[in-house]
């Protein structure tokens, strides 16, 4: 994947996420709202947070980006790489919600995935209308439909 995407009327950009970044996401993924969304509904410890973070930045088969605007960090997509497929997960700043940036961050991504990928897939709880819209908006095709929402796109 290349190291930055940008859209240049919003000023937004991904780049690739660094060590700097592991408190920001903590803080974000630990938000009540962002807890409500996810899978995994519990607080995230630091120690544990920061392993994980640290393995995924050398993981050859997955990709960290931060959405920002060269001030402000807007939000964290990654997505892990399987065979061909690349598996989605995102989230936004609590402080930048409602702005845009959850379809933005996932337009950016499509152009940024590696060329060995050519299937992006992400799961969605069924109550989080939000992150629905986001793909929907980017081409995203609703594959499955049970608790859990799975949207596909071929590139």
Known sequence: MTTEHTNREKN???????ADDALDILAWRNDPQTRAASFNKEEIDKESHLKWFAGKLTDENCELYILTDGQDKLGHIRVDIDDSTGIISYMIN???RGKGCGTEIIRLLDAA??????????LVEKENTASQKCFERNGYVRDEDTDVIKYIKVL
């Open 113 to 122: 995935v590696d060329k060995q990928v050519s299937v992006l897939s992400a």
């Open 12 to 18: 937004i950009y991904l780049r690739k996420a660094t």
């Open 94 to 96: 609590p402080a930048h």
